[in-house]
């Protein structure tokens, strides 16, 4: 069965922690970031490497923000030490949207190495692995162009929303083989999504993103880069398991505004403060933010994204120590691990 918010508040008041931990693996596999994404035994390898390192209770694969683009034939510049990046947009007009619709994401190599990945993962591992697809109207960007993308919902919204309907075609042909090898969770990465008013996301990304949530048998958590709060209320009723913001954001102000089924998700920032700083501040962070969240059982320890390639191995120990300690010193025993259907301690 997917994993489900009653899933993660039967654990309450033990805290949950899944940073999101891939890129950073580089630094011990000494290999580059380019190469480990392609290569399904390198990433594989890598991931496993972090779950025994850092024992989080839910393990990502490494980011990549291009897969469905890339497939969908936007050109894909790549990087040995950075993700890849979308270099081109392939949709300027109804034909090229045609000839992109006809397109099938899961015969790409890159979509079907990381189908591979997540599958042989999930069936060596005994801990839950996570997935990533990128957000119906964050395709649509990549295939337009952001700033095309973001005029036309002004200018020629029709024309708008026949992209975002291909994208999300496409993304719920990869999000369900996902589910189907065995990811879940599933991050829906929607980082565009910050720029649109409340009525535009109504109109041009939570349709989208409530057909994936209907038909995608795995928990969804929707991600949103930026100052997301005048978005918050209509992200939660797109009916998403749990919600993934970011650093700027009041997760105990949050909690009061979505329901108890809606997972928050977050909130370390995973630059200023996982990169940049020592590892006694990221322990007072974690800290902190575990002390502020205590009344809320609608709640995931993470990263505010996914973390850099070079973030300190040290910091993220500090990331997970400070958890274990947080929960033994607050619930006086061993925590459980995650998949235990028992409630208390």
Not at 29 to 41: H, N, V
Request: include cysteine; aromatic fraction near 4%; hydrophobic fraction near 45%.
């Amino acid at each position: 069965m997917p994993m489900s918010p009653t899933d993660i508040r039967l654990h309450y008041p033990r805290r949950i922690a899944a940073p999101l931990v891939g890129a950073p693996g580089v630094q011990i596999t000494r290999e580059t970031l380019g190469a480990t994404i392609a290569d399904p035994q390198l990433h594989i390898r890598t991931i496993q490497i972090l779950s025994d390192l850092f024992r989080p209770d839910i393990i990502w694969p490494i980011m990549d923000l291009t897969l469905e683009a890339g497939a969908l034939g936007a050109p894909v510049k790549f990087d040995e030490h950075a993700p890849p990046s979308v270099s081109g947009h392939p949709v300027k007009s109804t034909d090229d949207l045609r000839k992109v619709a006809s397109v099938d994401v899961l015969s790409d190599p890159r979509i079907r190495a990381t189908l591979t990945t997540v599958d042989r993962t999930a069936k060596t591992l005994t801990l839950p692995v996570g997935g990533y697809v990128i957000g119906p109207f964050t395709l649509a960007g990549q295939l337009m162009g952001v700033t095309e993308a973001a005029m036309g919902t002004l200018d020629d919204p029709e024309f708008v929303k026949g992209v975002v309907e291909v994208s999300c075609d496409a993304i719920e042909r990869y999000a369900e083989s996902l589910a189907a090898v065995g990811a879940d969770p599933i991050v829906l990465l929607e980082p565009s999504a910050v720029m649109l008013s409340p009525m535009q996301f109504d109109e041009f990304s939570a349709p989208a993103i409530r057909r994936l949530v209907e038909r995608v048998p795995a928990m969804l958590i929707l991600h949103v880069c930026g100052n997301s709060a005048h978005l918050i209320d209509r992200m939660a009723a797109t009916g998403v398991g749990g919600l993934s913001l970011d650093a700027c954001l009041d997760f105990p102000a949050l909690a009061e505004r979505v329901s108890r089924d809606t997972i928050l998700v977050g909130n370390i920032d995973p630059v200023h403060t996982m990169v940049n700083e020592s590892p006694e501040t990221i322990r007072c962070a974690v800290w902190n933010l575990l002390d502020r969240m205590m009344p809320y059982d609608n709640f995931i320890l993470s990263t505010a994204c996914d973390l850099p390639p070079e973030t300190p191995l040290a910091n993220i120990h500090a990331f997970m120590e400070t958890r274990r300690e947080w929960n033994l010193r607050q619930l006086g025993s061993v925590p459980r691990v995650l998949g235990e259907r028992v409630v208390g301690c």
